[in-house]
């Protein structure tokens, strides 16, 4: 499943706003040396066509396109993000739940 914001992965529907982003943010850090690499590449290789794109306009016609890529780089990023965390879900909450 493809999840674009964090209220719509299931496991962390109980949770507030603010705790979900910290979930995902202490599962992301659980990740190993080799899912973060991953992690990176993937998300390099999502942006890097889009600033390809950005280096082919000059002067105010470029504007248009940085709006767009200020929109698209969420809707690229996020999903792959919130995959890799879902990873180590349940031990954030885990630890969350300690910590509480």
């Given at each position: ?48 066509p889009l600033f390809l794109l950005l ?26 993000r919130h995959y890799f965390a879902c ?14």
């Open positions: 499943m493809i999840y674009f914001l964090a209220s719509q992965i299931p496991k962390l529907q109980s949770f507030s706003h603010r705790q979900r982003l910290q979930l995902v943010a202490e599962a992301l850090e659980l990740l190993n040396a080799q899912e973060r690499i991953t992690l990176n590449i993937i998300k390099l290789l999502l942006i890097t280096v082919r306009f000059e002067g105010w016609s470029m504007l248009p396109w940085l709006l767009l890529a200020g929109l698209a780089y969420p809707i690229l990023v996020l999903p792959v990873r180590h879900l349940d031990q954030a909450i885990t630890e969350h739940n300690k910590g509480s």
